[in-house]
């Protein structure tokens, strides 16, 4: 059984489709019965996924911290909410064991997940995949910026290696 940690905005962007998707990924992978962390909130496409997850009968921890929760809300319905005191306290409960991680659409806080999953795994503080769901293009920007970074020597070819890009929700499952 894997332990996928889930990165997604709070928001839900501007298009119906990401949340359409967000929920449909819970649910498959939420189906597959492998343990599913994610920020804890209710709103934006982090509920989404949430909702699609438990709708699937999945066990899904949230971990929010407590001056957050009051504004993007802790989930009610999922299996437990940690409320932590820090940032660094979520997402160091976030990470620790997590086999898989996801990548939605999102804003500063997905992005600043994620760039510091991936400092981690290049510096094997972790090992993990990371899987990043390009819907509609929407990380091509950052796919540009790290094909950047390493083509001028900051960053080795094999750092990506643990990287999986997807356009679908078929591809993005195909990947675990």
Known sequence: MKTICVFAGAASGSSPQFSEEAF?????????????????????????????AVTSGAHVTGIIPEFLESQEIGHKKITELIITSSMH??????????????LLPGGLGSLDE??????WCQLKILQARFHIFD?????????KLLTHIN???????????????AN?????LDNF
Not at 89 to 102: A, C, G, P, Q
Request: charge should be positive; hydrophobic fraction near 35%; include cysteine.
């Open 135 to 143: 819907c509609n293009g929407f990380w091509q920007p950052m796919k």
């Open 168 to 172: 679908t929700v078929d591809e993005l």
């Open 24 to 52: 449909r990924i819970g649910q498959i992978i939420g189906s597959k019965g492998h343990k599913i962390i994610y920020g804890g909130g209710r709103t934006g496409l982090m509920g989404a996924f949430a909702d699609g």
């Open 151 to 165: 083509k001028h020597g900051f960053m080795h070819d094999t750092n990506l290696g643990y990287v999986f890009w």
């Open 89 to 102: 306290e979520r997402k160091s409960l976030m990470y620790k064991n997590t086999t898989d991680f996801i």
């Open 114 to 119: 994620t760039m510091e999953v991936l400092t």
